[in-house]
């Protein structure tokens, strides 16, 4: 908009020049004889640049030792008209804000979208059978914005070798459990990541149990009825059922 109208700006890229945002200390001199304050307590920029303030005003405007306060964040300035001192400290830490809103944001979950950003996901799917414990399909892996998996260099399949085999290395108690499975299948995955690509990408496990048996029979030639299926509740659960064939 400035270019537009004419104007020529002399850019830092372009030319060997710099302007400060801070105070010279010839702006400090005026900005405090015009102010004349009781107590000078500067609470911007750098502990240096702090410490440097002070001593300026000190040396060159005549401001008694104690009526300059150099205070850190966290520190509790106490002001009763006759004199100014720090008398406490506070725990203080960043406060993030979503821009949907004025909610204040944990850090935890500002870590865990810088994580997603740099990073990336990867959503590992696994059915086990409720009865053996053993995988009752392939793993299936989705990813989003992780560098170097795809299915032309075999990324792909090698998580899956390892997610099998974490899942057939599982103890009874681990299968059981879906924290232990999700913490046992997901660092396995997450390891081969950071070994293979230097990168710890968000791993998600989505993992569902089998209650149901595959059986496969051959049909015989010579049957001469056809097999009667039935299918009836085991207990008082309507997700568990038996399935039986008669011939």
């Not at 040396?59 to 520190?75: F, R, S």
């Not at 944990?106 to 696994?126: N, P």
């Not at 690509?197 to 056809?226: D, E, N, T």
């Amino acid at each position: 908009m400035i270019y537009k109208r004419g104007a020529n700006i002399i850019e830092e890229k372009r030319r060997l020049v710099h302007v400060s945002g801070h105070a010279s200390q010839e702006d400090i001199r005026i900005m405090t004889e015009a102010v004349r304050p009781k107590f000078v307590v500067r609470f911007m920029g750098e502990y240096r640049m702090l410490f440097r303030h002070k001593e300026f005003v000190k040396n060159h405007l005549g401001y008694a030792e104690e009526n300059i306060v150099l205070i850190e964040n966290g520190d509790v300035l106490e002001l009763d008209g006759e004199r100014a001192a720090v008398v406490g400290k506070r725990e203080i830490g960043r406060t993030f804000i979503d821009d949907t809103g004025f909610e204040e944001i944990e850090s935890e979950t500002v870590r865990e979208r810088r994580q997603l950003a740099y990073e990336g996901m990867i959503t590992l799917i696994v059915t086990i059978n409720g009865q053996t414990g053993e995988l009752q399909s392939p793993p299936e892996i989705v990813t989003r914005g992780v560098r170097g998996f795809d299915s032309t260099n075999g990324s792909l399949k090698d998580a899956q070798r390892v997610v099998a085999a974490a899942i057939a290395g599982a103890s009874r108690q681990t299968l059981e459990d879906e924290s232990l499975l999700k913490e046992h299948v997901s660092r396995g995955a997450e390891t081969l990541h950071t070994k293979t690509y230097g990168r710890a990408p968000v791993i998600m496990l989505s993992w569902c149990r089998s209650k149901f048996q595959v059986f496969k029979f051959k049909k015989s030639v010579r049957a001469r009825h056809r097999p009667a299926l039935k299918v009836e509740t085991v207990g008082d659960a309507a997700s568990e059922w038996m399935i039986s064939i008669e011939f």
